[in-house]
Nanobody, 119 residues
């Protein structure tokens, strides 16, 4: 049974940092692309970034977070991390991780973790 569990959200001041975790079970995390999405109140869910499957660790990000956010993967912990630096109030949202593989019939989502950036 595939499961994704996010954690690490919280309240942080502008300019601060948070590291979100996405712990996977039921599959080997390096076998799937892991995406991070976020949804702010009253807005549609938007893609934040991705780490590709395999050993290359290639990552991509939406423009507004590039240079501030990084994604890494710890295969020993079956976990992907979203490191968020220089946080802005507009980064406030519920953050979700998503796992996708071309060999699967569907993708999988975690339950989300709230990030609030406010002074």
């Amino acid at each position: 049974q595939v499961q994704l569990v996010e954690s690490g959200g919280g309240l942080v001041q502008p300019g601060g940092s948070l590291r979100l975790s996405c712990v996977a079970s039921g599959f080997t995390i390096s076998s799937a692309a892991i995406n991070w999405y976020r949804q702010a109140p009253g807005k549609e869910r938007e893609w934040v970034g991705r780490i590709n499957s395999g050993i290359s660790n290639v990552t991509n990000f939406r423009g507004s977070v590039g240079g501030r956010f990084t994604i890494s993967r710890d295969n020993t912990q079956n976990t992907v991390y979203l490191q968020m630096n220089s946080l802005k109030p507009e980064d406030t949202a519920v953050y979700y991780c998503n796992a996708y593989s071309r060999t699967w019939s569907n993708d999988y989502w975690g339950q989300g973790t709230q990030v609030t950036v406010s002074s």
